[in-house]
């Protein structure tokens, strides 16, 4: 029957509906079974271990549940002839349906074409995806920055300007309006460095630091658990570029994000220990940077995918990608005169 109409039509017409799946692995699970709930047929079913996770409380007889074809036709036959077990079968109907259920297929209210398109969205931007819902949903690491007093960021990290003699931490309440352009001043540091938020990245712009010893910047991620400091070097390999030697990079992920600290200088890059990448701005005995003299960090925060992803092993998303791609292959301002 090629249309949902005759099967139904075929399906009431009968107490049992047998469902054999193509294969048993683990939420495959047929519509057939569903047709014949629907008809008010109780499906006899073969396949997916699972299957009373994705049906209502004894709709179904399972032959998983009996030993051997014979056990489970017998079974067939008793529920055919009392009317009390098949009674039970259908108690289900009486209640409301249940709320587990309900939430595991309520995103079938909307079209496959739209779930595909909301996907491909997300993973573009790097938007967090819930794979049960088929939804958009809030990052782990959120890429909007917030600041205490000091315009010092807080969130999503902690923004920490090291040298021999300061390791200041960002402390104070955290505020969302705050100025993204901050002159950091403690004892012998000077730093004058803007923050830019787009794309869901953070870029930090260094223009100007004033110092005569080693200057190191601490980012560190509170929740973030990448085990024992473990880090992968220099990803931004892993995309085309003229610059690649020129650029210094570093990640870090655990079960739920991943980090990639991106720098438009050769430079150190490391993480120390869990949630903490370090970076060295300035080295020792390196002249101070000056007013001509920009160095620009970008850190892309984003959720792993849990599909696909593993803690140990560094997969590039197509987000991060386009966003290295997009920092490494900057623009060029070319000034044309007239001869």
């Not at 519509?31 to 006899?44: C, K, T």
């Not at 658990?225 to 931004?236: I, L, S």
């Amino acid at each position: 029957l090629d249309n949902k109409e005759d099967r139904q039509a075929l399906l009431k017409k009968y107490m049992f509906h047998l469902v054999i799946d193509n294969s048993q692995d683990p939420d495959c699970v047929d519509e057939e079974v569903w047709e014949a709930l629907r008809a008010g047929a109780i499906p006899v079913y073969f396949g997916a271990p699972n299957i009373k996770d994705h049906v209502p409380p004894d709709s179904i007889i399972s032959a998983a549940d009996y030993k051997t074809k014979v056990a489970t036709a017998e079974r067939i036959n008793q529920v055919a002839n009392n009317r009390s077990l098949w009674e039970k079968h259908h108690e289900w109907r009486k209640h409301d349906f249940p709320q587990d259920l309900k939430a595991k297929y309520d995103f079938l209210r909307v079209s496959p074409l739209c779930r595909m398109c909301r996907w491909s969205f997300a993973k573009k931007y790097g938007l967090a995806w819930n794979h049960e819902r088929q939804t958009i949903e809030e990052k782990t690491l959120n890429g909007r920055p917030c600041f205490t007093k000091r315009g010092v960021i807080k969130f999503p990290f902690s923004e920490r300007w090291m040298t021999p003699t300061v390791a200041r931490p960002a402390r104070g309440t955290c505020n969302w309006k705050w100025p993204n352009n901050a002159t950091i001043i403690a004892t012998d540091l000077n730093v004058n460095r803007t923050v830019h938020q787009h794309d869901g990245v953070i870029d930090i712009v260094v223009r100007e630091l004033r110092h005569t010893e080693w200057v190191v910047l601490r980012i560190e991620f509170e929740d973030m658990k990448n085990d024992g400091g473990a880090y992968f070097p220099n990803v931004h390999q892993q995309v085309r570029s003229d610059r690649t030697a020129l650029l210094t990079s570093v990640a870090i992920q655990d079960e739920q994000s991943r980090v990639t600290v991106l720098c438009n200088w050769p430079t150190k890059a490391y993480s120390p220990s869990p949630g903490v990448i370090q970076i060295e701005i300035q080295g020792n005995g390196e002249k101070e940077l000056q007013r001509d003299e920009i160095r620009t960090l970008r850190v892309i925060p984003e959720d792993l995918d849990s599909l696909r992803d593993t803690r140990t092993e560094f997969s590039m998303s197509p987000y991060s990608k386009s966003l290295i791609e997009d920092f490494a292959n900057e623009l060029e301002l070319f000034i044309v005169s007239k001869s």
